[in-house]
């Protein structure tokens, strides 16, 4: 630590409330420390607390955007059109091969099973998306409300 006046880091710890010729100064309700330059005088206040929660809100910023990056990537994948497309490709794919007269019991019984399959598919689609969303929107509103902390001074 050092004066802001006159760069001294000589400071010592100043006992609150502190008295001034003639003046009585109460600062009891500060939450600092304060410091008094003895090269200058000068007070200087440190507000150790208030540092320590603004490394705890960027340390939970980070911390949620690193939650955050694989969920949107997810989504993002989920929401892509080649990822619908290919689902609705091989529906229409199965669809066609169960049409075939070449095929046999056993085979359009799978095919049959398959196609079941990719059709929840793309109907749980919808459904995947909306459980991310209703995993990240929660994400986005914290980290919205951390940065608007910051960027306000009110962490």
Known sequence: MKC??????????????????GHDVDISNIRAEVYLCLKCGHCEFFAMDK?????????????????????????SRLRSKGHYDSLNNRVHELEEALNSIDITIRQQQEL????????????????????????IDPIINELNKLKQALSEGTF
């Not at 398959?114 to 209703?134: H, M, N, P, T, Y």
């Open 112 to 135: 049959q099973d398959k196609l079941c399959k990719a059709r929840a598919e793309l109907k749980g689609l919808d459904s995947q998306i909306g459980s991310l969303k209703s995993k």
């Open 51 to 75: 540092i320590a929660h603004y490394k705890e809100t960027v340390s939970r910023i980070a911390e949620l955007e690193q939650e955050l990056k694989p969920l949107q990537k997810e989504l």
């Open 4 to 21: 802001t006046h006159c760069g001294n880091k000589e400071l010592i710890k100043a006992s609150i409330p502190m008295k001034w010729e």
